[in-house]
Protein backbone atom coordinates (compact mmCIF):
# COMPACT_ATOMS: atom_id res chain seq x y z
CA UNK A 1 0.00 0.00 0.00
CA UNK A 2 1.41 3.08 -1.27
CA UNK A 3 0.67 6.01 1.37
CA UNK A 4 2.90 8.37 -0.39
CA UNK A 5 2.63 8.59 -4.12
CA UNK A 6 4.50 11.00 -6.35
CA UNK A 7 2.75 10.15 -9.86
CA UNK A 8 5.08 12.06 -12.35
CA UNK A 9 8.41 10.08 -12.41
CA UNK A 10 10.08 13.32 -14.47
CA UNK A 11 9.56 17.29 -15.05
CA UNK A 12 11.32 19.19 -17.61
CA UNK A 13 10.95 22.85 -17.26
CA UNK A 14 13.27 25.83 -18.43
CA UNK A 15 15.64 28.26 -16.21
CA UNK A 16 13.85 31.52 -14.62
CA UNK A 17 10.55 29.27 -14.97
CA UNK A 18 8.39 27.76 -11.86
CA UNK A 19 8.89 24.27 -11.30
CA UNK A 20 5.65 22.61 -9.42
CA UNK A 21 6.21 19.06 -8.40
CA UNK A 22 3.41 17.23 -6.93
CA UNK A 23 2.84 14.30 -4.13
CA UNK A 24 -0.34 12.44 -3.33
CA UNK A 25 -0.84 10.88 0.08
CA UNK A 26 -3.37 8.36 1.72
CA UNK A 27 -3.02 8.90 5.29
CA UNK A 28 -4.69 11.45 7.16
CA UNK A 29 -2.84 10.57 10.13
CA UNK A 30 0.12 12.11 8.73
CA UNK A 31 1.34 14.69 11.28
CA UNK A 32 4.65 16.41 9.19
CA UNK A 33 5.02 16.46 5.15
CA UNK A 34 8.63 17.25 4.03
CA UNK A 35 10.66 17.23 0.66
CA UNK A 36 13.95 15.79 0.21
CA UNK A 37 16.56 16.61 -2.89
CA UNK A 38 18.88 14.02 -4.34
CA UNK A 39 21.91 14.52 -6.98
CA UNK A 40 23.59 11.39 -8.77
CA UNK A 41 25.90 9.03 -6.44
CA UNK A 42 24.61 11.33 -3.00
CA UNK A 43 22.13 10.43 -0.02
CA UNK A 44 19.52 12.39 -0.45
CA UNK A 45 19.71 16.41 1.26
CA UNK A 46 16.05 17.40 3.75
CA UNK A 47 14.97 20.29 1.60
CA UNK A 48 11.68 21.90 3.32
CA UNK A 49 9.11 20.74 5.97
CA UNK A 50 6.05 21.73 6.40
CA UNK A 51 3.05 21.16 9.48
CA UNK A 52 -0.19 19.53 8.93
CA UNK A 53 -1.92 22.27 10.57
CA UNK A 54 -0.37 24.60 8.00
CA UNK A 55 -1.34 25.39 4.43
CA UNK A 56 1.86 26.70 3.48
CA UNK A 57 5.81 27.14 4.42
CA UNK A 58 8.01 29.54 2.69
CA UNK A 59 12.20 29.25 2.00
CA UNK A 60 13.90 31.10 -0.20
CA UNK A 61 12.90 29.79 -3.72
CA UNK A 62 11.04 26.92 -2.30
CA UNK A 63 7.44 26.96 -1.23
CA UNK A 64 4.92 23.79 0.05
CA UNK A 65 1.87 24.04 -0.22
CA UNK A 66 -0.50 21.66 1.75
CA UNK A 67 -4.16 21.02 0.65
CA UNK A 68 -5.54 18.69 3.23
CA UNK A 69 -8.68 18.06 2.40
CA UNK A 70 -7.57 16.80 -0.97
CA UNK A 71 -4.30 14.94 0.41
CA UNK A 72 -2.09 16.49 -1.74
CA UNK A 73 1.07 18.67 -1.41
CA UNK A 74 3.00 20.32 -4.10
CA UNK A 75 6.72 22.18 -3.59
CA UNK A 76 7.39 24.85 -5.87
CA UNK A 77 10.26 26.21 -7.05
CA UNK A 78 10.86 29.87 -8.45
CA UNK A 79 12.55 30.95 -10.29
CA UNK A 80 14.00 27.33 -11.29
CA UNK A 81 17.97 27.09 -12.17
CA UNK A 82 20.03 24.43 -13.19
CA UNK A 83 21.37 23.51 -9.72
CA UNK A 84 17.76 22.26 -9.17
CA UNK A 85 17.86 19.44 -11.41
CA UNK A 86 18.06 16.22 -9.31
CA UNK A 87 15.19 13.58 -8.31
CA UNK A 88 12.67 15.38 -5.42
CA UNK A 89 11.11 13.03 -2.97
CA UNK A 90 8.34 13.54 -1.31
CA UNK A 91 8.18 11.93 2.72
CA UNK A 92 5.55 12.08 5.43
CA UNK A 93 5.65 10.95 9.02
CA UNK A 94 3.30 10.47 12.08
CA UNK A 95 3.81 9.85 15.68
CA UNK A 96 5.22 6.99 16.40
CA UNK A 97 6.40 5.95 12.99
CA UNK A 98 9.19 6.28 10.58
CA UNK A 99 9.39 8.69 7.41
CA UNK A 100 7.02 7.33 4.53
CA UNK A 101 8.70 8.00 0.79
CA UNK A 102 7.26 8.48 -2.43
CA UNK A 103 8.84 7.14 -5.82
CA UNK A 104 10.83 10.27 -6.91
CA UNK A 105 10.59 12.94 -9.18
CA UNK A 106 13.13 13.72 -11.77
CA UNK A 107 13.30 17.27 -12.30
CA UNK A 108 15.50 18.43 -14.99
CA UNK A 109 15.96 22.27 -15.47
CA UNK A 110 17.22 23.75 -18.93
CA UNK A 111 19.22 26.22 -19.49
CA UNK B 1 32.96 16.34 7.78
CA UNK B 2 30.32 15.54 9.80
CA UNK B 3 27.46 13.34 9.07
CA UNK B 4 26.32 9.80 7.82
CA UNK B 5 29.79 7.55 6.08
CA UNK B 6 28.99 3.86 4.51
CA UNK B 7 31.18 1.32 3.83
CA UNK B 8 31.34 0.25 0.60
CA UNK B 9 29.88 2.42 -1.95
CA UNK B 10 30.18 -0.43 -4.73
CA UNK B 11 29.98 -3.75 -4.20
CA UNK B 12 29.63 -6.61 -6.43
CA UNK B 13 28.27 -10.30 -5.28
CA UNK B 14 27.65 -13.74 -7.00
CA UNK B 15 24.12 -14.81 -5.98
CA UNK B 16 24.40 -16.85 -2.25
CA UNK B 17 27.50 -14.83 -0.86
CA UNK B 18 27.17 -12.75 2.02
CA UNK B 19 28.24 -9.42 2.92
CA UNK B 20 27.56 -6.56 5.57
CA UNK B 21 26.96 -2.97 5.03
CA UNK B 22 28.46 -0.37 7.43
CA UNK B 23 27.24 2.40 8.83
CA UNK B 24 28.83 4.69 10.85
CA UNK B 25 27.24 8.44 11.97
CA UNK B 26 29.25 11.00 14.67
CA UNK B 27 26.28 13.25 15.29
CA UNK B 28 25.01 11.32 18.95
CA UNK B 29 22.01 10.48 16.95
CA UNK B 30 19.78 8.05 18.93
CA UNK B 31 17.76 6.90 15.74
CA UNK B 32 19.21 5.01 12.65
CA UNK B 33 17.76 3.46 9.65
CA UNK B 34 18.54 1.41 6.25
CA UNK B 35 16.64 2.00 3.11
CA UNK B 36 17.07 0.97 -0.07
CA UNK B 37 16.54 2.66 -3.21
CA UNK B 38 14.77 1.24 -6.55
CA UNK B 39 13.77 2.75 -9.57
CA UNK B 40 9.83 4.30 -9.57
CA UNK B 41 9.73 2.41 -5.87
CA UNK B 42 11.16 5.59 -4.00
CA UNK B 43 13.00 4.83 -1.03
CA UNK B 44 12.00 1.70 1.28
CA UNK B 45 12.26 1.36 4.80
CA UNK B 46 14.32 -2.19 5.56
CA UNK B 47 15.23 -2.02 9.53
CA UNK B 48 15.80 0.47 11.82
CA UNK B 49 17.32 1.37 15.33
CA UNK B 50 15.97 3.39 17.78
CA UNK B 51 19.17 3.13 19.84
CA UNK B 52 22.00 1.02 20.94
CA UNK B 53 21.14 -2.36 21.23
CA UNK B 54 17.42 -1.85 19.63
CA UNK B 55 16.17 -2.80 15.81
CA UNK B 56 13.44 -3.32 14.51
CA UNK B 57 11.96 -4.46 10.92
CA UNK B 58 10.78 -1.86 8.18
CA UNK B 59 8.72 -2.07 5.30
CA UNK B 60 11.07 -4.62 3.76
CA UNK B 61 13.05 -6.48 6.01
CA UNK B 62 12.97 -10.22 4.24
CA UNK B 63 16.78 -11.51 3.42
CA UNK B 64 18.30 -8.64 6.14
CA UNK B 65 19.78 -8.60 9.53
CA UNK B 66 20.75 -5.92 11.37
CA UNK B 67 23.02 -4.96 14.30
CA UNK B 68 23.48 -1.58 16.24
CA UNK B 69 25.62 -2.66 18.90
CA UNK B 70 27.62 0.86 19.65
CA UNK B 71 25.65 3.36 18.98
CA UNK B 72 27.34 5.40 16.05
CA UNK B 73 27.03 2.23 13.91
CA UNK B 74 24.38 0.23 12.13
CA UNK B 75 25.03 -3.13 10.15
CA UNK B 76 23.35 -4.57 7.40
CA UNK B 77 23.90 -7.80 6.46
CA UNK B 78 22.64 -10.08 3.62
CA UNK B 79 23.40 -13.88 4.42
CA UNK B 80 22.68 -15.66 0.93
CA UNK B 81 22.31 -13.02 -1.42
CA UNK B 82 19.76 -12.96 -4.44
CA UNK B 83 19.17 -10.79 -7.48
CA UNK B 84 16.40 -9.06 -5.99
CA UNK B 85 18.77 -7.06 -3.57
CA UNK B 86 19.97 -5.44 -6.45
CA UNK B 87 19.97 -1.90 -5.18
CA UNK B 88 20.93 1.36 -3.37
CA UNK B 89 21.08 1.05 0.26
CA UNK B 90 21.18 3.93 2.16
CA UNK B 91 22.10 4.79 5.64
CA UNK B 92 20.35 7.43 7.25
CA UNK B 93 19.90 8.79 11.19
CA UNK B 94 17.79 11.21 13.17
CA UNK B 95 17.56 12.77 16.76
CA UNK B 96 14.28 12.37 16.71
CA UNK B 97 11.32 10.23 14.90
CA UNK B 98 11.51 12.07 12.07
CA UNK B 99 9.99 15.37 12.03
CA UNK B 100 13.83 17.05 12.42
CA UNK B 101 14.62 15.16 9.02
CA UNK B 102 16.93 13.17 8.01
CA UNK B 103 20.77 12.37 7.77
CA UNK B 104 21.37 10.39 4.74
CA UNK B 105 25.00 8.56 4.17
CA UNK B 106 25.75 8.73 -0.03
CA UNK B 107 24.54 5.03 -0.44
CA UNK B 108 26.05 1.83 -1.32
CA UNK B 109 25.38 0.39 -4.88
CA UNK B 110 25.48 -3.22 -4.88
CA UNK B 111 24.95 -5.95 -7.27
CA UNK B 112 23.84 -9.47 -6.63
CA UNK B 113 24.36 -11.30 -10.03
Known amino acids: DQQVKQNSPSLSVQEGRISILNCDYTNSMFDYFLWYKKYPAEGPTFLISISSIKDKNEDGRFTVFLNKSAKHLSLHIVPSQPGDSAVYFC??????????FGEGTQLTVNP | NAGVTQTPKFRVLKTGQSMTLLCAQD?????MYWYRQDPGMGLRLIHY???????AKGEVPDGYNVSRLKKQNFLLGLESAAPSQTSVYFCASSTGQGIYGYTFGSGTRLTVV
Open chain 2, 49 to 55: SVGEGTT
Open chain 2, 27 to 31: MNHEY
Open chain 1, 91 to 100: AAWTSGSRLT
